[in-house]
């Protein structure tokens, strides 16, 4: 998969991306990352059972890096219930060669070598209310743990969230921390994702975004989206788009979306807008999302938009008056 990698040094350099360290981000208004148990029927809004995200550390940073996961266990006040809780969730680190660079650890689903690289922890949660509405850590880990990209000037480290027994829905989210008792974010450091599963907020005056970053060879998008049973839309923000508006599909089922890349929206993020219906709220709405390019290569998500949250600009049109 060729990338146009340059573009995100000079980027990233530009710009301080401490608050991407939470996952979900800050800007991306999104609850709970969520993943289902294997057992669980796909139209609950997990179409395979597994997410993972990257953890990208800076090279000049020499200190122990921590991984903290927030409710990592599958009951409690925070999952999703279906029947008794009966589920178990793993969660597994890796880094060394390969961890990023193999071509499954950036697909969309979880086949293949996806768990590539060195695995350099793994625990498994069922019910646990010591971790209810609590964090536990991995680490600490060497930085050079991970493995080097020097198109990003740092080391990268994967998180993969699996279901592994039980149908109930697992909602967590993740802290790239300095500290193994704190969450202290680390300068420099930022987090992606190739697909997102998550769980939409039941409050219809919320908003939730994420933010794909557009590259230079990008010329259109095909947006997928699964399980949003209807439930409003999905509106598309950039530098040089005011808004448009897609439908969003139906349970249990894919909705697939395509639009042209302007030319001012190369080399900046897009931001898409879930907006909900209003009145009478869909609870507990879980939804996938990835975003491909004309050659089917996946678009990243980054925690944190690179360049900042897109907004629209003005253009202002110059009207000249004709002699008569």
Not at 158 to 175: A, E
Not at 186 to 205: H, L, T, V
Not at 211 to 221: F, K, L
């Amino acid at each position: 998969m060729k990338r146009l990698v340059i573009i995100f040094l000079v980027i990233f350099s530009s710009y301080n991306i401490t608050y991407s360290q939470p996952v979900p981000g800050v800007d991306e208004n999104i609850p709970f990352l969520m993943t289902f148990g294997p057992k669980a029927e796909k139209s609950w809004g997990d179409d395979d059972y597994s997410q993972v995200f990257f953890f990208l550390i800076p090279e000049n940073y020499k200190s122990p890096i921590y991984i903290r996961v927030y409710d990592p266990d599958v009951g409690g006040d925070v999952d999703e219930l279906n029947g008794t809780f009966d589920t178990k969730m793993n969660y597994s680190v890796y880094g060394g060669k390969s961890a990023y660079y193999d071509p499954d650890a950036q697909g969309v689903d979880p086949v293949g070598n996806y768990k590539s690289g060195n695995m350099l922890a793994s625990k498994t949660f069922a019910v646990d209310n010591r971790y209810d509405k609590n964090w536990y850590t991995f680490g600490p880990f060497n930085p050079t743990e991970g493995e080097f990209t020097k198109e990003f000037g740092g080391y990268i480290f994967k998180v993969i969230c699996d279901g592994i027994t039980g149908n109930d829905g697992n909602m967590y989210r993740y802290f790239l921390s300095t500290s193994g008792t704190e969450n202290k974010p680390i300068e420099g450091g930022f987090a992606f994702s190739y697909e997102y599963s998550f769980r939409m907020w039941d409050n219809p005056k919320e908003i939730s975004h994420i933010y794909p970053y557009v590259d230079e060879r990008t010329e259109a998008v095909k947006m997928m989206n699964f399980d949003w049973d209807a439930d409003g839309i999905i509106r598309v923000v950039s530098v040089s788009r005011k808004g448009q508006d897609f439908e969003v599909s139906n349970q249990d089922e894919w909705k697939e979306v395509k639009f042209s890349v302007k030319p001012e929206e190369k080399k900046s993020s897009l931001d898409f807008q879930f907006i909900k219906k209003q009145g009478v709220a869909v609870k507990n709405n879980n939804v996938v999302i990835n975003v491909r390019n004309q050659y089917n290569e996946v678009l990243r998500f980054f925690t944190v938009p690179i360049g900042g949250v897109p907004k629209y600009k003005w253009q202002k049109i110059n009207v000249k008056q004709i002699k008569k």
